[in-house]
């Protein structure tokens, strides 16, 4: 059995996980404040056609 970082257990992985979103809130914060962000595309999905697999939250069967 193999362990990797998502699997770590114990004192040193509840605060390690939240160090992670504290950073990257941190840095999207900062980027939203400093840059101009605008939307390029207004593409819609078509009615008549099957969803995105990135829309599709289920699997059809």
């Known amino acids: 059995m193999t362990l ?8 040193t992985a509840g605060p390690g ?3 992670v979103l504290l950073v ?3 840095v999207l914060a900062h980027l939203h404040a400093l840059a101009d962000f605008a939307l390029t595309s207004r593409t819609t999905p ?5 969803l995105p697999a990135t829309f ?3 699997r059809q069967s």
């Open 46 to 50: 078509d009615p008549d056609q099957p």
């Open 24 to 26: 990257t809130s941190t």
């Open 4 to 11: 990797t970082a998502t699997d770590a257990t114990g004192p």
């Open 56 to 58: 599709r939250q289920r």
């Open 17 to 19: 996980r939240h160090v």
